[in-house]
């Protein structure tokens, strides 16, 4: 049996497809009706995933077409797919040669094919996001109200903060009310809440932003957040290791927690404190609590069971 991979590049109005088996280029519009076609094309043949890369809004209304439609999706992170179009000496980038592209990269590497989000998780990606551009124009505003000297700008400034306060309150007050209105994700939240140092403001930030908790092990879930160190060594020589990639906003969300943690979780702070010791910088010891965090939610949450003290 031919194994085969459709790879798609996503733009604003169109879907370029690649088809590996047969070499053909067909291009659809990024629309309901698009979508529907270029699901009856990939039916005409059995296909082991569709490829493509997010492209913010624009790959929304598709992913959640081919979910609907049981057509196995792998999303590919940007990046990656441009160090593999580089490493088989591919400089050109257009549509067409992207889409040709990752069908090739599906087809070498056989990413791991996922289940789409469950509408209401994206409603909370998008207040997240909403939240977090507000978050940025509170700071610019702020910033601004240090230098401002005319009186009506001073006052249109003040009022501008207002307004992003009231707004940050209303989508606060969604987010809530979508997790409270889920069965399973009221119980995640719960879960993670129990943690120590872990606030509800932060159990909505792991739950949108890493909906994999409970299905990976601890060395995947450390990974997925950046929180796994990476060693660099070769022959006698042996580098500093670092973290480096990850979710950034996960890591973002996770570091005023270990820091509570350090101070008032027992067990956190015997690490802390050991760590040091060794001589190791604040950072880095503050990171290793980070990677102990979230993998004790992963783990929690996994096990469907409440965080509690462990007995002396």
């Known amino acids: 049996m031919t194994k085969d991979t459709i790879g798609v590049d996503i733009s604003k109005g169109a879907l370029d497809a690649y088809r590996f088996s047969t070499g053909e ?5 990024n629309d309901l009706a698009g979508c529907s076609t270029f699901i009856d094309w990939v039916r005409e043949d059995k296909v082991d995933r569709v490829v493509f890369e997010p492209t913010g809004p624009y790959h929304r209304s598709f992913e959640r077409a081919l979910g609907k439609a049981g057509v196995p999706i792998s999303k590919i992170n940007p990046r990656h797919a441009r160090r593999f179009a580089e490493a088989t000496g591919s400089l050109a980038k257009t549509d067409r040669v992207d889409a040709a592209m990752l069908a090739r990269m599906g087809m070498l590497l056989e990413p791991a094919t996922r289940p789409i989000i ?15 551009a507000l978050i940025k124009d509170r ?64 159990a909505h930030t792991l739950l949108i ?19 796994a160190p990476v060693t660099r060594e070769s022959g006698t020589w042996k580098g500093r290791s670092f973290i480096r990639g990850g979710r950034a906003r996960l890591r973002q969300a996770l570091y005023m927690p270990a820091l509570a943690a350090c101070r008032f979780n027992p067990d956190y702070k015997i690490k802390y404190a050991q760590m040091k010791a060794a001589g190791k910088p604040s950072k880095v010891a503050i990171t290793a609590v980070m990677r102990k965090l979230i993998v004790l939610a992963n783990a929690l949450i996994r096990d469907c069971r409440y965080w509690t003290p462990k007995r002396a």
């Open 209 to 227: 932003d890493m909906p994999e908790l409970g299905t990976l092990d601890a060395r995947q879930v450390a990974s997925l957040a950046g929180l």
């Open 139 to 202: 700071t610019a505003a702020k910033n601004r109200q240090k230098v401002l000297r005319i009186g009506l700008l001073r006052r249109q400034n003040i009022q501008r903060l207002k307004q992003i306060e009231g707004q940050l309150t209303a989508i606060h007050s969604a987010i809530e009310t979508l997790v409270q209105g889920n069965e399973d994700l009221k119980l995640r939240a719960n879960i993670l809440i129990s943690i120590p140092g872990i606030s509800t403001l932060t």
């Open 25 to 29: 280029h067909r291009q659809f519009l």
């Open 118 to 132: 469950s509408e209401t998780l994206d409603e909370l990606r998008d207040l997240s996001l909403a939240r977090q």
